[in-house]
């Protein structure tokens, strides 16, 4: 199996990407700790990755409390011995779809501030475990935004472009210790639209453009090279891989899980 032995934390645990990634990593063998600030889908996905025979726990973290998550890392830590792979896939509605001239400095800023702090909170309390540890691998999750252009997606465009120079450089500052950092960027997930923030999100955007939440998925579809949206599995079977030993030279990269939306 490609996780066995490992700790893997997963911030946003019961989020689409994150649920799908816990019940990936416990199936390749990893114990998981699902992270996040709401009980109840978190004690679903554990109950089902337990169901499935894997290893689970739920923990109530907010990923923007700096203090608190340094405290659950070193919990966890101290419990299982050591922390492998910490995942970080909190999700947070946000505005899109609106021109600039319609769009306020906060809504700009809201994407911003809370998808890099999450980033920079949750990075921060994995370096300070696995560089004493020597090894480690530390994840986050882009949006196509961050090489697209378009109407209304600014502050996506700026949120998603600073989580993956932000993976890049801590990829450069944490790789003498043994540590990687990987960066993932999936499209809009076919099988997460239903998840309450992006059905939200999703339905305004396409809303602005007069036509159905669905057929806005269909023609993003369309869109891509393999006529597709990728799935929530999908990004989770890629994350499983890139935390495990069999990418052990891979760092500083982004994953274009885009289904050909982007070519790279």
């Not at 990829?171 to 960027?185: K, N, Q, T, Y």
Request: charged share 20%; proline share 2%.
């Amino acid at each position: 199996m490609l996780l066995a032995g490992k700790t893997a934390v997963i911030y946003g645990g019961g989020g689409s990407i994150g649920s799908a990634a816990g019940e990936v990593f416990a199936r390749e063998g990893a114990h998981v700790v699902l992270a996040g600030r709401t009980l109840d889908s978190l004690e679903r996905t554990r109950e089902t990755i337990r169901a499935q025979g894997g290893r689970a726990d739920a923990d109530v973290v907010d990923a923007l409390d700096e203090d608190a998550v340094a405290r659950h890392l070193a919990d966890v830590a101290r419990t299982q011995g050591r922390v492998d792979v910490v995942l970080n896939a909190i999700g947070a509605d946000h505005v899109q779809g609106h021109p600039i001239g319609e769009t306020s400095l906060e809504q700009f800023l809201d994407p911003v501030v809370t998808y890099l702090s999450a980033a920079f909170v949750t990075a921060k309390a994995a370096a300070a475990v696995m560089t004493v540890q020597g090894s480690g691998v530390i994840q986050n999750i882009s949006t196509p935004g961050a090489r697209l252009g378009g109407v209304g997606i600014i502050g996506n465009a700026a949120q998603s472009a600073g989580l993956e120079g932000f993976s890049r450089a801590l990829a450069a500052e944490l790789g003498p210790a043994g540590v990687r950092v990987l960066c993932v960027r999936p499209h809009a997930l076919a099988t997460g639209a239903s998840g309450s923030y992006t059905r939200r999100m999703f339905g305004r955007i396409a809303a602005r453009a007069g036509m159905s939440t669905d057929d806005w998925l269909s023609g993003a579809a369309a869109g891509s090279a393999l006529g597709r949206l990728p799935g929530a599995r999908d990004v989770a079977e890629y994350l499983a891989f890139a935390a495990s030993d069999r990418a052990a030279a891979m760092t500083g990269v982004v994953g274009n899980l885009t289904a050909g939306a982007i070519l790279d």
